[in-house]
């Protein structure tokens, strides 16, 4: 079946700019992530879903940071006035959901925002 | 808080030879889940097994094996008889365990990442 899949994969921004950054999870997952990874460090969290409901914003790292998923499908991460420390590769990922259980989150390409 | 230190920041073997990466974690959860991920060159995070804290059992697939043990904190992962095709970033990562007040979220918390280069 399909993975999950992120528009833009690149995306060049100039400083100021507003950014849309889109992610479709797996058909059926419930939980939704989203990542920032800057280079040559690890994913760190953003923000998670759960259908809608975004439960957890808690990585969201200004309130330049917007995330949405109003029908428990797609998301978007908005950026805005994009700042030059904004400039990473942005992850989504999606997993089943369960309350006991953590599983495995997959993992789409990435969109990698530069910020000029 | 969490935490995973992956102290190896870059190995280089040659092909064939068997290597592993280490992982040590922090978390006061009771229960947790380890994670291991590959990041190939082409960018994609792949998953490749995920562990829960009561299991302590040693798990093989193939030509990897991971090694969880709960008194040193670690979740080591090996690679027998490595090959070209396993160069890439290797993510170790941790998320808490469940969370019965119905706002839990199984956050990862990554590593800095192992990149694994093999030699032909």
């Known amino acids: 079946g399909a993975g999950v899949s992120q528009s833009p994969r690149y995306k060049v921004a100039k400083r100021g700019q507003d950014v849309a950054l889109r992610c479709d999870p797996i058909s059926g997952h419930v939980s939704l992530f989203w990542y920032q990874q800057a280079l040559g460090q690890g994913p760190e969290f953003l923000t998670y879903?759960?259908?809608?409901?975004?439960?957890?914003k808690s990585g969201l790292p200004s309130d330049r940071f917007f995330a949405e998923r109003p029908e428990g499908s797609v998301s978007t991460l908005k950026i805005q006035r994009t700042q030059q420390e904004d400039s990473a590769v942005y992850l989504c990922a999606s997993s089943l959901e369960s309350r006991e259980v953590s599983y495995e989150q997959y993992f789409g390409p990435g969109t990698r925002l530069t910020v000029t | 808080a969490q935490k995973v230190t992956q102290a190896q920041t870059e190995i280089s073997v040659v092909e064939k030879e068997d290597v592993t990466l280490d992982c040590v974690y922090e978390?006061?959860?009771?229960?947790?889940?380890l994670f291991w991920y590959k990041q190939p060159p082409s960018g994609e995070l792949v998953f490749l097994i995920r562990r829960n804290s009561f299991d302590e059992q040693n798990e093989i697939s193939g030509r990897y094996s991971w090694n969880f043990q709960k008194s040193t904190s670690s979740f080591n992962f090996t690679i027998t008889a490595s090959q070209v095709v396993d160069s890439a970033v290797y993510f170790c990562?941790?998320?808490?365990?469940?969370?019965?007040?119905?706002?839990?979220?199984?956050?990862?918390?990554f590593g800095k990442g192992t990149k694994l280069s093999v030699i032909p």
């Open positions: 978390t006061r959860d009771t229960t947790y889940y």
């Open positions: 879903f759960q259908n809608e409901a975004q439960l957890d």
């Open positions: 990562a941790l998320s808490p365990g469940p969370s019965y007040s119905g706002a839990g979220s199984y956050q990862l918390t």
